[in-house]
């Protein structure tokens, strides 16, 4: 891919985060929509920004991206703040709607609109259509596309300036399962040449496939961060069952344990199975099954989320 | 910032808004000069620059280079392209200033249009009933300069008012309104008062007026549309810059 610009790229240190967010604060009159929320967007890895409906994940990415200005605290990309970089599109792109494009406009001009204001030439526009597969669809105005044809549109308008990094708002919508795909391998192949994603969603499954990371919000909050394998690592149950349920109830309470009733099963956490079976034999009650259950990236986002809101 | 200014330009080559509201100043401009030709004549008008048809399509130029201003911000707001449009330059300051080169330019053209067809409406006017009407070359000359000021006034004034009440149809409707009502109102409240109001004032640029109303002079004219443009980009730029784009 290359581009022609008449700007000088914005360069960051080696090591420094794709993304920098410190204490982002958002009031709107008396509604905190976000409240002192800090994390980080590493380079060479996908990073998945979740949160209910209404956590303030949109403008959290509008903050980021200079739209929103914060009440408190700040960001910055790349380790400069949005508004102060010298090549905007070849820093960040951004989707954060399903349509901005002037409905009677075509699909090539929307891109050529862009391209001029980020002195991008317009060879790398007919590039981006053939990447997102708009090519035959760029003389139409782009108010009849279909939603998916907007969402790829949306993305070619975010890949002109060859970022370094992507910030993508629930870039799924609308997109059938062979779309997601294509998304996702877009997504992989983006980060596998060392370059940041930050991606909300609420396709929690398809974030346990895209991820590496997790940034979890509610109410404007974090709730947790991490990689995605630790997290739901750290979730991990042991599932046991015995022909003396009450026995065994007894021994893991004992322990100090809370197993947690599920028909003729127990799930315990903070332990793995060699505890438990050490537990139970020590106490003399059978164990007629003994198993590790990994939570999916969505159990332990309702977990997560339905602890935040009692 | 001549990226900005590209992109600017661009926008309005790419859709129809420019482009229509340019062939509604022609058919307007045609119909003024088709009616006052018809009911009026040359007149005593020295020369081609002195016919009342261009009162009217000074009208026309002032109503639709307004109109073209608002949705040159409202289009992007209405449609959601204003977000890629700061995410390409999060520069605010520098779209305002773009704005306003491209569609005070845009609007000084359809001023210039206005003027062009009037005078071809009259010269053929003239030739076909066989009066005499000196074409007074600077004369016309210093009315499309006029015509032109008064366009780009006007888009200014628009983009401003754009900037500051981002819904569309309540921008238009709201202008339309002024420009429409509450001069005249003005006019009947305090009378005299309304000669420095943007209308008015653009009827003192082009020193023509309805019925020999009371207006300024070309200077004072200028002074005060330019200023009011001044304010409402001033006023529309605060907000912008200020403001979340949500």
Redesign the interface.
Known sequence: MSTTMDTAPDQAPVGTPAIVARDLTKRFGDVTAVDGLSFEVRPGRVTGFLGPNGAGKSTTLRMILGLVRPTEGSAAVLGIPYESLAAPMTAVGAVLETQSFHPLRSGRNHLRVLAAAGAIDDARVDEVLAMVDLTDAAGRKAGGYSLGMRQRLGLAAALLGDPQVLVLDEPANGLDPQGIRWLRDLLRWFAGRGRAVLVSSHLLAEMDQLADDVVVIDRGRSVRQGPVRELTAASARVRVVSLDPEGLARVLRGAGLSPIAEGDAFTVAGVDTAQVGALALGAGVQVSELSTTTLTLEDVFLELTERSSR | MK??I??EW??VR???TAKGLLAGLLALTALASWGTLHETGPGAAASVAGLPLFLVASWGVAVLTLVLGIRSVT??VR???L?????????RRRVVLAKIAIVAGTGAVFGLAAVALGTAFAVGWTVAEGATLALGGSALAILALKMAAIGAAWAAIGLGVGFVIRHQVAAIAGALVYMFVVEDLVAVIARGAERFLPGAASEGVLGMSAGGAVIVGPVLGAILLTGYAAAAIGLGTQRFV?G???
């Open positions: 990226d900005t590209r992109s661009l926008k790419t859709t129809r289009d992007e449609h959601g392209s977000v890629p449009t700061l995410l390409a330059t999060p520069d200020r979340d784009v949500t």
